[in-house]
């Protein structure tokens, strides 16, 4: 029989790791007792946090990463994310200025398990990945990283596991902090109704009671931060005979948006009896991302071009721009409830139940209001504006303008849409019928009735899980320790994709802003060229009833093929085996388990289709989705997933792991979906496509469908990892982890060229509808891409031919990767180096989906570095991440989903803080203040297409933050 334990890491890593592990911050002597009874110091500041992490790796049979109070909970970063994101082979993605998302491995948040406290955790977001931006660094006590598994391990991802952790009060000492920070943004608002200044209050506290048996922690937290952007988008380029590049049209815009967040965490523990532990914890957040995107969105036309490829100049002719002030308003909540009891039946067996809950609600909403130079239709040509520009690939910048003044005068600038944007309110047709006159004398109509929209998404998820568990201990010379359970998953998902469209009062004449809607000051838009511009509040026409509202679910089919529900359920079984031996005189230990996983998973929707009444799904016009556009999907599937994980002890703290396993991510939510839609652009350009597949395959359709996949299985990999690690210092160590993934099932994009009058998916729809899909010609010209001749009055028809998108199973493709980390503390290479060190890790990927595609969230090359001093109570870190550029998706128009390519980020962070904890005054005992800045580089997002031009860039400008941190015992 083997009871020893083979690993033999320092005392100060085993006592500090069992402190990290129970969630107790230890600040002071500790004794710990083995074999020989020693007394240990612990270390606080970066340097304890080191200490922690490394020991937790250490000791870890599987090859991990690690954050412990020290990096979380002291370090004032706003959430988790920003921490996260500087442990080696982990890449932070920013979402409005702020790190959100995580890759771990290069794999997205959506196929990265994310559990706390073992127990899996649903987001707020639109799909499976957790936006780890709302979870503020206070509740938690640490984080662990499984970039391989074991059987024990619930929650799966094939990118890895991030495992967050909140106290444990029975194991943690009793304490009373209170947290204060005062944020300043670095990018001062360009909306004059915002400024650039935020804080943060949390408190917390740690209680035993009735001798110990009974343990109490709560932590409430608090915070506003701001958050100013300054966004330079374009539809897309295009390119003239003579190979200069324009933009399409212009999407520019000042953002000042507000996050308020409030947290609540509280965790009982009552142990009885040592042989029984009760634990119920609770969370709840509940958070507001609210503001404005004001801005410019306009068609973009030039003439006098000079200039070659992308370097150009210009004049942009035709210029009648939208004033577009959109409102934004996200709000939701979080709510986790869980229950866990552990009883030891004897002193080799034991038993654990939990049960858990999570719900979350989410509403995104969105207004836009329209303002500009008069309603579409009531100028003629000539009384448009004018700007010049320069052109590079940094985007287009603007030098002067004429015509444009209206846009600086509230008292000119009229609530109306300047643009032609009204046709999908065909179907209301009659609503806009009048006999006022356009500018070229033909009746205004519903093509000029659009003054706004109202666009909104509510989310909601609720997940249960149900475990059983049985651990063994094992009396045997090779297996050790056995466990095996079963977990029961309950998961329900849905989204309502909600709109509707704005019509001002007075239509079809415009008006002056109302007074009473401006704002003191105006909009700053002079970083791109376009001067200032009026400020007011794009909610108060819709408060106010000045905008009608006519519900775009039943006028625009993409919407309501956005609405959906889905549910899973998961069963799994699983077995694991723990052994320890020693082969050739090293010491060997590790684990090898098999999970056998039953999934029941369903999706309800809607197809949306234009009827001949241009109403979707409404044939009967009672404004109730028709039953034959509702549509249920389901199957079921079952997979073995085996694992195993080896270490070597091949020297003293000198470990060769090993591990292979088969893992599994669940498709993306969006994919799943049953919903669909078939959808027509009112382009006339693209209505004149010539009537062939020929014609269609190389300029596009007007025509598009679309559609989700319930069937989907779940995306599946055969991972290898190997990693050497050696640590020869309490806080210092190095390693390097190589790992191979086979990706035999991945979703790919699916396309079909059908026949829309004949469509032999759907059982030979035809979808045309005339006076809908065809056009008139007003003037005589070359129309398409195929300059087709049509003369004023001819009838334009649509091509029959079009794609049908959608996704399936079947993509195949390999990641490799290497990992190389570096923790040096710099005396051991000089005493006078005392309290210097640094963190360094690199990690290189190499990835390859057979039809080319890129896997969502991978850099090739990803490093990170943190450089500090730490010495009697005084710190100093810089800490800087750089990622290679890396595909991505995020909400687009409509609130879908859309794909998007970032280039690469350089980030840099600094802190500079003092612990008091050795004053010789009472009262500053327990007081640490600090300073921080991120994106001190002032490094913006960019997205770029194919040719390397930009076509969206976020300015967020630094962030800095004061500070101070006091605890009361």
């Known amino acids: 029989m083997k009871n020893s334990h083979k690993f033999k890491p320092a005392m100060l890593s085993l006592a500090i790791s069992t402190a990290l592990l129970t969630g107790a911050v230890v600040a002071q002597e500790t004794p710990v007792s083995d074999d020989n009874s020693v007394e240990v110091i612990a270390v606080s500041g970066i340097r304890g946090s080191l200490i922690r992490a490394q020991a937790v790796k250490q000791d870890n049979a599987s090859i991990v990463e690690a954050l412990s109070a020290e990096d979380i909970g002291k370090l004032p970063d706003s959430s988790i994310a920003e921490s996260l994101s500087r442990l080696p082979g982990l890449s932070g993605e920013r979402v409005g200025g702020r790190t959100s998302g995580i890759s771990v491995r290069g794999f997205k948040e959506d196929f990265t398990g994310t559990s706390l406290n073992g127990r899996e955790l649903i987001g707020i977001g639109d799909n499976r990945g957790v936006e780890y931006d709302l979870y503020p660094s206070e509740i938690m006590t640490g984080a662990t990283i499984y970039k391989t598994t074991d059987a024990s391990l619930m929650v799966q991802g094939i990118g890895g596991t991030v495992d967050l952790q909140t106290v444990r009060p029975l194991q943690a000492q009793e304490t009373l902090t209170l947290n204060g920070n005062y944020e300043i943004s670095g990018s001062n608002a360009d909306n004059p109704e915002f400024d650039n200044k935020g804080h943060r209050l ?29 966004k330079y988008g374009v539809w897309g380029y295009s390119e003239n005979d003579a190979g200069q590049i324009t933009p399409s049209g212009l999407d520019t815009q000042a953002i000042s948006t507000v996050l308020k967040r409030d947290t609540v965490s509280a965790v009982l523990q009552f142990r009885p009896t040592d042989n029984l532990d009760i634990i119920v914890d609770a969370l709840n957040i509940d958070y507001s991302d609210s503001g404005v995107i004001r801005g410019f969105i306009e068609p973009f036309n030039a003439t006098n071009v000079s200039g070659s490829g992308i370097n150009t100049t210009g004049t942009q002719v035709g210029v009648n721009p939208v004033l577009r002030t959109d409102p934004a308003q996200k709000d939701g909540d979080l709510k986790v409830y869980g229950l866990n009891l552990n009883y030891h039946v004897n002193d080799n067996w034991s038993v654990e139940f939990d ?68 046709g999908g309110l065909a179907n209301l047709a009659s609503q806009f019928e009048t ?62 994709n909600k709109g509707f469209f704005a019509t001002a009062d007075d239509y079809p004449y415009s008006s002056a802003i109302p007074t009473a809607y401006l704002y003191k000051g105006l909009a ?6 376009l001067g200032y511009v009026v400020a007011y509040d794009g909610f108060a026409p819709y408060n106010d009833g000045t905008y009608t509202l006519n519900d775009a679910g039943l006028l625009e089919p993409d919407r309501l093929g956005d609405t959906y529900k889905v549910d899973e359920e998961v069963t799994t079984l699983y077995v694991k085996a723990d052994f320890e031996t020693e082969v050739a005189g090293f010491p060997v230990m590790g684990n090898l388990g098999l999970q056998y996983v039953k999934t029941d998973q369903s999706s309800s929707g809607y197809t949306g289709v234009v009827g001949a009444n241009f109403a979707v799904c409404d044939a009967d016009n009672n404004q109730q989705i028709d039953t034959d556009c509702e549509t249920t999907l389901g199957t079921t599937y ?88 050696n640590y020869f210092e309490e806080e210092g160590y190095i390693s390097l982890a190589v790992f191979y993934k086979d990706l035999v099932n991945w979703t790919r994009d699916g396309n079909l060229m059908i026949n829309f009058r004949n469509d032999e998916t759907n059982n030979g729809a035809d979808y045309f509808i005339p006076g809908f899909h065809d056009r008139e010609v007003t003037n005589s010209g070359l129309y398409g891409p195929a300059n087709v001749q049509y003369n004023a009055g001819d009838t334009v028809t649509p091509p029959d031919f079009g794609t049908f998108s959608y996704f399936e199973d079947g993509l195949t493709g390999t990641v490799k990767g290497a990992e190389l980390t570096a923790n040096i503390p710099m005396n051991v290479l000089s005493d006078a180096l005392d309290g210097f060190g640094i963190a360094a ?35 100093v870190r810089v800490a800087g ?46 007081l640490r203040v600090s300073l921080q800045g991120t994106n001190l580089t002032d490094v913006d997002e960019e997205t770029v297409d194919d040719n390397g031009i930009v076509t969206l860039r976020r300015q967020f400008g630094p962030s800095y933050m004061l500070n101070f941190n006091y605890s009361f015992y």
């Open 524 to 529: 700053d838009l002079t970083w791109a060229g």
């Open 638 to 725: 079952n997979h073995v997933l085996p694992s195993i994980n080896l270490s070597v002890e091949v020297a003293d703290n000198k470990f060769l792991r090993v591990a292979a396993n088969k893992t599994i991510s669940r498709a993306r939510i969006d994919q799943m979906k049953a919903s669909g839609f078939v959808k027509f652009d009112q382009n006339i350009d693209l209505i004149a496509i010539p009537n062939s597949q020929a014609a269609v395959t190389e300029y596009g359709s007007p025509w598009s469908k679309f559609a989700g996949n319930p069937l989907l299985k779940p995306l599946e990999s055969n991972n290898f990892d190997v990693s050497f690690e």
């Open 202 to 230: 949390s408190l917390s506290f740690v209680e035993k009671f009735a001798d110990d048996t009974i343990g109490l922690a709560v932590a409430l937290a608090t915070s506003e931060s701001p958050n100013n952007q300054r």
């Open 841 to 875: 890790s690199a990690t290189i990927l190499s990835a390859e989906l057979e039809d080319g595609s890129p896997i969502p969230g991978q850099s090739d090359k990803t490093y990170s570095l943190t450089a500090y001093y730490a010495m009697g109570g005084f710190e």
């Open 355 to 422: 049960l858990a809950n999570s719900k979350s609600t989410k509403r995104d909403l969105r207004g836009e209001s329209y303002a500009g130079l008069a309603r579409n239709g009531a100028l003629t040509s000539d009384e448009f504006g004018t700007r010049t520009f320069e052109m590079s690939a940094d985007g287009v910048y603007f030098t002067n303008s004429s015509g444009l003044d209206a846009f600086s005068d509230p008292a000119a600038l009229q609530l109306a849409g300047p643009q032609e944007w009204g």
């Open 435 to 496: 006999d006022v006159l356009k500018a070229n004398g033909d009746p205004y109509s519903y093509f000029n009735a659009q003054d706004g929209f109202l666009n909104y998404a509510d989310f909601s998820e609720k997940l249960t899980t149900v475990k059983f568990e049985v651990v063994g201990l094992l009396e045997g010379d090779f297996f050790t320790k056995v466990t095996a359970g079963v977990n029961l998953s309950d998961r329900y998902k849905d989204k309502e």
């Open 881 to 926: 991440t750089d990622r290679s550029s890396y595909s991505t998706y995020q909400r687009g128009g409509s609130n879908k989903i859309e794909t998007a390519t970032r280039n690469g980020v350089t980030l840099v962070d600094a802190q500079i803080s003092y612990d008091f904890e050795d004053s010789d005054v009472d009262y500053l005992n327990g």
